[in-house]
């Protein structure tokens, strides 16, 4: 059973348009939300974290969404470009416990 | 900067040969990871070292060894392949300081025949 659930499995975007990808997860304990971007051939890199204190977080064009009485969170790509072409994770950390659950990943494809 | 570094990048096995993935960070962190990545399921958690001395099962420790060699090292055995270990295999680190995020290698490409 998958601790966080990540929709959508794959994502095409035009050039300028705004990607959004969702997560959503059960364990209240969850106290520290990643976001990864991931390149072909190569590992995972951080690309912007959110605590479930915050509502919303924004580096550059990228935002983080969190509704802690939902249990969710979403990923918004402000003017999408085709360089942001990658695989993004979410992931969610049980703190005491320093393990990290990832979601399944979203395929994005920016179109030029 | 090396960072994590993994080795090897690449390599293929016969069901029930063995094989240690090296792992190795130069930043110094506490803690230490190791994940598989299969299509559609993300990266699951196979052990996990969060300080030098110490290991624990992560979600899928089946047929899976690790050692913490030192604070540095942190290496994945699988003592006999079986095709459902075929996967690419992360390694990660982090430091122990709050909200610091995993730092990932390029990962190693296994596929056992």
């Known amino acids: 059973q998958q601790q966080v659930k990540q929709s959508p499995q794959s994502l095409i975007v035009q050039k300028g348009g705004i990607s959004i990808i969702n997560c959503a997860y059960e364990?209240?304990?969850?106290?520290?939300f990643p976001w990864y971007q991931q390149f072909p051939g190569k590992g995972p890199a951080l690309l912007i974290a959110i605590r479930p204190d915050v509502s919303e977080k924004k580096e550059g064009r990228f935002t983080i969404s969190f509704n802690k009485s939902a249990k969710q969170f979403s990923l918004h790509i402000m003017d999408s470009q085709p360089g942001d072409s990658a695989t993004y994770f979410c992931a969610a950390r049980v703190g005491n416990f320093n393990k990290f659950y990832f979601g399944s990943g979203t395929k994005l494809n920016v179109k030029p | 900067n090396a960072g994590v570094t993994q080795t090897p990048k690449f390599q293929v096995l016969k069901t029930g040969q063995s094989m240690t993935l090296q792992c190795a960070q130069d930043?110094?962190?506490?803690?230490m990871y190791w994940y598989r990545q299969d299509p559609g399921m993300g990266l699951r958690l196979i052990y996990y070292?969060?300080?030098?001395?110490?290991?624990d099962k992560g979600e899928v420790p089946n047929g899976y060894n690790v050692s913490r060699l030192n604070k540095r090292e942190f290496s994945l055995r699988l003592e006999s392949a079986a095709p459902s270990q075929t996967s690419v295999y992360f390694c990660?680190?982090?430091?122990?300081?709050?909200?610091?995020?995993?730092?990932f290698g390029d990962g190693t490409r296994l596929s056992i025949l």
């Open positions: 070292s969060a300080s030098e001395g110490t290991t």
């Open positions: 364990n209240t304990a969850f106290d520290y």
């Open positions: 930043m110094n962190h506490n803690s």
């Open positions: 990660a680190s982090r430091s122990q300081s709050s909200n610091q995020p995993q730092h």
